[in-house]
């Protein structure tokens, strides 16, 4: 998976996530700071990523460990070790 792959991936599971159509994120964007997730569609949105990409996240806070700011994302779907 490269970067732009990882951010339709991204963007499609947060659409589905929040249920909105007009949701696009960028690299630049955190979805928490940015308060387009609340910890309830964080997790919704990180479980259909998983589904949809087959990574598997950590179980520890992913809000802490930067999971929710897209570059580090993006930089975890696309490690292949990940």
């Not at 806070?61 to 700011?69: I, N, R, S, T």
Request: overall charge negative.
């Amino acid at each position: 998976m490269n970067q732009r792959q990882a951010l339709e991936a991204i963007n499609a599971a947060l659409r589905k996530a929040l249920e909105k159509e007009d949701v696009t994120v960028g690299m630049e964007t955190d979805l928490v700071e940015e308060k387009i997730v609340d910890s309830l569609d964080g997790m919704v949105f990180l479980l259909e990523l998983s589904s949809c990409t087959d990574k598997k996240f950590p179980e520890n806070d992913l809000v802490q460990q930067g999971f929710f700011k897209m570059k580090k994302l993006v930089e975890f779907l696309t490690d292949a070790s990940a």
